[in-house]
C-alpha cells in the first residue's frame, strides 16, 4: 500500500505508526481475548487507557495540577454550547474574540443561552489577522473571554495569546492543540474536537481549572455540567473508548517526537516548504492570511485573481498525483493544506513541488 499525501482538514491524518499499533491490537487486547472495544469501560484495563492518556496529556502539555482533565463526546461543537450553560451565571456575559467561521459558531450558540459580547472582530479585515490585544474590549460583567485559537478554515492563529486580568481565557484549540508548546496556567479552559491533532473523531478533550467548574447552574442536564465528568473521571456514562485509546497512543507517539517543542519546530519545517513556494511565486498563489498570523496547521491560498476554473484544475490534477484534501471549506472556497502533527514533512516537500511544477505549467 502507498499512503496518500493526506492534507484532509478533518477527519484528519493519524501517524502511520499510531494505526499500525492499533492494528496490531485490535483483536486481542493485551492478551484478553477480546477487543477493547469489546471490554467493560469499568474493567481495570480501560481504567488504565483512560489514565495513562490523561497522564501524558499532562505531562506533554505540562498541565498544572489544578487542572482537570475531562474526555467527552459530541465534538467542539458540544462545547460551544457547555460554555456558556457551565459559566454564565445570572447577570454575567460570555466576551467572544471573532476571528472567523469557527469563533463565530461558537458567539451564535452562546447567544442561544444567553449573554455573548463580542469583545473585537477581525470581519472588516476579511478575517485575514488575530486582532491586537489593544482592540479587544472585554465588558465588566465577562464571565470569560473566548478565543479560537487557530482558524481551521481561514488558516489565521495566535502567535501569542492575549490576557485579561478580570476573566479566565476558554480557548478553542481544536485544530492546533499539541502542535507547540502553550503555558497552560494561562488559560482557564482549553478544549478540543479530537480529529485534527489529536486522533479520530469521537472524544473532545476539555483541559479546565478546578475552581471554575465547582459549581454550575443546577438547571443543567447532568450530561451537560462539567463537574459530572471532573467527579466521575469522565466514566459517568459509557466513554468513547476507543477513540480514548487512539489518542493514547497518539500523546505516546508525540512523546516519541520528543514533545511539543520538537514537534513546532517539525511544524515550521513542513510549512515553511508550502509557504516559501507562495511567498516566491510572484504572485500565482495568495496566501488568504497575513503572513504574521498564518496558521502552521492550515495552510489557506487562492491562485491569482481568484482564478476559480485554475483552482479546479489544481485540485484535479492534484488528485491524479495523489494529494488527497486540498480544496478549501465550501463556505471560503480556493485552497487549503492541512498539515497537522501527523503530517510527515515529505507530504509538504511534495506539495511544495507539485505546487511549483503546477505554477510553472499554468503562467
Ligand atoms: C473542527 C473544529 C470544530 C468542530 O469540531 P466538531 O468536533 O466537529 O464539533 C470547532 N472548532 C474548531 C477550531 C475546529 O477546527
Redesign the pocket.
Known amino acids: 500500500m502507498t499512503r496518500a499525501y493526506n492534507f484532509n482538514?478533518?477527519p484528519a491524518a493519524i501517524p502511520l505508526e499510531v494505526l499500525e499499533q492499533a492494528q496490531a491490537q485490535f483483536i486481542d487486547y493485551e492478551g484478553a481475548g477480546m477487543a477493547l472495544m469489546e471490554m467493560s469501560h469499568r474493567s481495570a484495563t480501560y481504567e488504565k487507557v483512560n489514565q495513562e492518556a490523561q497522564d501524558l496529556l499532562r505531562e506533554l502539555m505540562n498541565i498544572p495540577d489544578n487542572y482537570k482533565i475531562l474526555f467527552l463526546q459530541?465534538?467542539?461543537?458540544?462545547?460551544?454550547a457547555m460554555i456558556p450553560m457551565n459559566f454564565l451565571s445570572e447577570g454575567k456575559a460570555g466576551a467572544y474574540i471573532d476571528t472567523g467561521a469557527?469563533a463565530g459558531?461558537?458567539i451564535k450558540e452562546a447567544k442561544v443561552i444567553g449573554e455573548a459580547v463580542v469583545a473585537a472582530s477581525t470581519k472588516e479585515d476579511s478575517y485575514m489577522r488575530t486582532p491586537k490585544a489593544s482592540e479587544i474590549v472585554v465588558p465588566e460583567n465577562a464571565a470569560y473571554v473566548h478565543l479560537?485559537?487557530?482558524?481551521?478554515?481561514g488558516g489565521v492563529q495566535y502567535k501569542t495569546f492575549p490576557e485579561f486580568a478580570n476573566a479566565p481565557l476558554i480557548a478553542?484549540?481544536?485544530?492546533d492543540i499539541l502542535s507547540r508548546p502553550i503555558d497552560v496556567s494561562k488559560f482557564g479552559m482549553i478544549y478540543a474536537?479530537?480529529?485534527?491533532n489529536l486522533g479520530p473523531?469521537g472524544v473532545?478533550v476539555v483541559i479546565v481549572r478546578e475552581d471554575l467548574i465547582a459549581e454550575s447552574p443546577k438547571t443543567i442536564p447532568a450530561m451537560l455540567r462539567y463537574d459530572t465528568h471532573a467527579k466521575a473521571n469522565s466514566l459517568y456514562n459509557t466513554p468513547p473508548s476507543f477513540a480514548v485509546y487512539m489518542v493514547g497512543l497518539v500523546l505516546k507517539w508525540i512523546k516519541g517526537k520528543g514533545g511539543l517543542a520538537a514537534l513546532e519546530q517539525y511544524n515550521l519545517e513542513k510549512t515553511a516548504l508550502i509557504y516559501n513556494v507562495i511567498d516566491e511565486s510572484n504572485g500565482f498563489y495568495v496566501g488568504c492570511a497575513n503572513q504574521e498570523d498564518r496558521s502552521t496547521m492550515n495552510i489557506t491560498f487562492r491562485i491569482k485573481d481568484k482564478d476559480e476554473e485554475l483552482e479546479k484544475k489544481f485540485i484535479k490534477e492534484s488528485e491524479a498525483a495523489g494529494f488527497v484534501g486540498l480544496k478549501g471549506h465550501r463556505d471560503v472556497g480556493g485552497l487549503r493544506a492541512s498539515t497537522y502533527n501527523a503530517v510527515p514533512l515529505e507530504s509538504c516537500a511534495a506539495l511544495a513541488q507539485f505546487m511549483k511544477e503546477f505554477q510553472q505549467r499554468n503562467s
Open positions: 482538514a478533518g459530541g465534538g467542539a461543537s458540544t462545547q460551544f469557527w459558531k461558537a479560537t485559537s487557530n482558524e481551521t478554515i478553542d484549540m481544536s485544530s474536537g479530537a480529529q485534527k473523531s473532545t
